[in-house]
């Protein structure tokens, strides 16, 4: 009698172990969600304001050249002055194009996040089928180790696709730099 009450104590303990890793799960999974939706919010408001500065630069280019000829007859010094502006304008221009670095970052923490919201859904997926008898505390086990696989396959499939840029430009989740 003391070795059943001892294995149904061990079976529910072992189902409360399963029980708080779907909640831990569940949790990483709702929490990654709304970083992936603030980094594509953040990947947005960079691309918006971008665009933005570039066009307003352009434009006082495009007005600091039309005032230089205009004015590079009459009074040659100020024509100077304005190429000294347009180098500033120019090199705020280019400066400005990094945001395609930062784009291709946040493009690469998207693609990490979601590869983990994938392999969480899947360990998740493991835990919906009902365990046939909730007795048997090495089915809980064996699920809690089947999630917990799954778990870490996704950071490992994270750190070797993190570590190998290039491999696949489209979902590799790398940065090219040059």
């Avoid at 149904?8 to 890793?21: F, K």
């Avoid at 004015?71 to 990094?98: F, N």
Wanted: proline share 3%.
């Amino acid at each position: 009698m003391t070795q059943e009450k001892s294995g149904a104590l061990d079976s529910r303990d072992a189902a409360q172990a399963a029980d708080l890793l779907v909640t831990v799960a569940t949790t990483l999974n709702e929490r990654l969600a709304v970083t992936a939706d603030e980094l594509a919010r953040s990947q947005a408001m960079l691309r918006e304001a971008s665009e933005e500065l570039m066009t307003a630069f352009r434009g006082a280019a495009d007005r600091i050249v039309a005032a230089q000829r205009a004015s590079s007859a009459a009074l040659p010094e100020k024509a100077a002055e304005y190429g000294v502006v347009l180098d500033h304008l120019y090199g705020a221009v280019q400066h400005l194009q990094s945001h395609d670095l930062v784009n291709q970052l946040i493009e690469a923490q998207k693609l990490r996040v979601d590869k983990m919201r994938e392999k969480l859904g899947e360990a998740l997926s493991l835990a919906t089928p009902p365990i046939a008898h909730p007795g048997a505390t090495q089915q809980w086990i064996e699920r809690s180790r089947q999630m917990l696989d799954c778990i870490v396959a996704g950071i490992k499939q994270i750190d070797e696709d993190m570590h190998t840029p290039g491999k696949d430009k489209k979902h590799a989740g790398s940065v090219d730099l040059f």
